[in-house]
């Protein structure tokens, strides 16, 4: 079991910056891949970003790509994103998700969230213009 919880969402005029966090607690953090979903209001969630369980491979949505940035610390059990640039069409509801069962990844499968068997509750980030 993992237990994810997202934290740093708010609001912010476009042009400005957030941090996103997610504390993980349960299994061994380091042993997986962890991801960052979004969906907006009256969309389907879509793919963010993504990370190797070692932090060594990242993986970004081309609509973020440049201005987002994911890390992990996994002393800390704690994925980040950190967001620059932000635009009101990044509003949206923030998820991060582990994927504890996926032993290898690569662009491809990272994107697809049926991979990911742990979700957060999501934090909501506004972006006004």
């Known amino acids: 079991q993992v237990q994810l919880e997202e934290s740093g969402g708010g609001l912010v005029q476009a042009g400005g910056s957030l941090r996103l966090s997610c504390a993980a607690s349960g299994r061994t953090f380091s042993s997986y891949a962890m991801g960052w979903f979004r969906q907006a209001p009256g969309k389907e969630r879509e793919f963010v970003s993504a990370?190797?369980?070692?932090?060594?491979?990242?993986y970004y949505a081309d609509s973020v790509k440049g201005r987002f940035t994911i890390s992990r610390d996994n002393a800390k059990n704690t994925v980040y994103l950190q967001m620059n640039s932000l635009k009101p069409e990044d509003t949206a509801v923030y998820y991060c998700?582990?994927?504890?069962?996926?032993?290898?990844?690569?662009?491809?499968?990272?994107?697809?969230?049926?991979?990911?068997?742990?979700w957060g509750q999501g934090t909501q980030v506004t972006v006004s213009s």
């Open positions: 990370i190797s369980w070692s932090g060594g491979s990242t």
């Open positions: 998700a582990a994927a504890t069962q996926l032993d290898a990844i690569n662009a491809r499968l990272v994107r697809r969230g049926a991979e990911y068997d742990y």
